[in-house]
């Protein structure tokens, strides 16, 4: 990637990162709350947050887990994921849907998005199924939901799970239902950047009660149901390992720390929801940028603000901009690198899957703006002005 120069614009006396997390008093006080009680690990606070977040998501079961990357990999076993099975999933995403497949000894499958909401395209899934297809990993990329329905449609005619990677899209909705009972499984990430945070976190939902069960089971060492009990008044010594698992449970200060994050959540999504109207407002119409809209039929989460930069009409494209926002002291991302550009793909002697043309454009062109909950109108104010100005001199 060519390092390029930017130009000051503007003077802002501290750095804009790209995140800040909010964390008040209640939060504070909730995680000394549970120190005080001698729950460090997993304990009653965790159940206690899988409950709550399952009645916020209107899901019968939500197993909290210790990150979405682990809730992705216990997600796929839980839904019967083997070696020699493939696994389609969409090469623009984070590493760790990716991990999940691979870490199951499944071959996965790269298939193209589709740029109107960044997510799985229905119908390269559709060609990449093949009679080895064993479950699909849809990620709602941004916050904003990917085709769900559609995905679902094909999955069921073809006998194929479907995990929803939904790590941005905490309390969005596709046709006023929140994401969370839609498919086989749904996992959702409360790391520090996300839309709710317990720090390091994820939750894997559920309507399938035998789905839930082996979630828990296999993100507690293959123990049996209640094993967490055993250091309780209720507890007893004895327990059954029943399957091999691992040890990817969230625990006690996590969960009260999500606990008052979920409180937040609305409140969070209100304050994104406007930052991005805002963003929407103020850069339309410039040449060169394209900016992310959402369709009718969904409500976004707002995790991410990404824009498209035009190569063709703008000096420098995507890297010029992030250029001239760096050289003004505000933070810049690019989500994601695609799967298929990075080392570890090529080494593992995957094939190479041809046909991501849009996913490679959109790379080519994307980068994320800052957006987070406690940004102040000024801070929006100089995103703005220096997003403005960058395009306006660049302008070819
Ligand atoms: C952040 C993220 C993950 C992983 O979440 P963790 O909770 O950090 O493990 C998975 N998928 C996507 C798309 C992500 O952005």
Not at 95 to 102: D, R
Not at 246 to 269: E, I, T
Not at 303 to 318: E, N, P, Q, S, T
């Amino acid at each position: 990637m060519a390092d390029q120069q930017g130009t000051e614009f503007i003077r802002r006396d501290t750095f804009l990162p790209f995140f800040r997390p909010d964390l008040g008093e209640a939060e504070l006080a909730a995680v000394t709350e549970v120190l005080r009680s001698g729950w460090l690990t997993y304990g009653p606070k965790v159940r206690e947050f899988g409950d709550a977040c399952g009645r916020y998501l209107d899901v019968p079961h939500a197993v909290p887990v210790a990150s979405a990357s682990a809730g992705l990999l216990v997600g796929l076993k839980a839904l019967g994921v083997e070696p020699g099975d493939e696994v389609v999933l969409p090469s623009l995403t984070f590493i760790a849907t990716l991990g999940a497949v691979v870490h199951c000894g499944a071959r996965p499958v790269l298939a193209d998005i589709d740029p109107s909401n960044l997510g799985l395209d229905p119908a390269a899934f559709e060609a990449a199924i093949t009679p080895r297809t064993k479950a699909v990993i849809p990620v709602h990329l941004a916050g904003h939901p990917c085709r769900i329905e559609e995905i679902g449609a094909i999955a069921r005619r073809h006998g194929i799970r479907v995990m929803e990677d939904a790590a941005h899209a905490f309390g969005a909705q596709v046709r006023g239902r929140r994401l969370a009972g839609l498919s086989d499984a749904t996992v959702f990430s409360f790391y520090a950047t996300k839309c709710i945070t317990s720090g390091d976190g994820g939750l894997v939902t559920t309507c399938d009660p035998e789905v839930a069960r082996r979630v828990q089971v296999l993100s507690f060492h293959g123990m049996d149901g209640n094993a967490w009990q055993r250091y309780t008044d209720k507890g007893r010594w004895y327990y059954e390992i029943v399957e091999f698992g691992w040890k990817l449970h969230l625990g006690d200060p996590a969960a009260a720390l999500g606990m008052v994050q979920l409180a937040r959540a609305d409140a969070f999504m209100a304050r994104r929801t406007e930052i991005a109207a805002r963003f929407s407002r103020e850069l339309a119409g410039l040449p060169g940028l394209t900016l992310p809209v959402a369709a009718d039929w969904c409500t976004h989460a707002w995790h991410l603000f990404a824009v498209r930069v035009d190569r063709a009409l703008i000096d420098g494209g995507r890297d010029g901009l992030i250029a001239d926002l760096t050289a003004n002291r505000i933070g810049s991302s690019v989500h994601f690198i695609p799967l298929h550009y990075h080392p570890v793909f090529r080494e593992a002697g995957r094939e190479f899957a041809p046909l991501l043309g849009q996913t490679e454009r959109y790379f080519d062109e994307a980068v994320s703006l800052p957006l987070f909950p406690s940004m102040t109108d000024d801070e929006i104010d100089d995103v703005v002005t220096v997003v403005r100005e960058s395009l306006r001199r660049r302008c070819r």
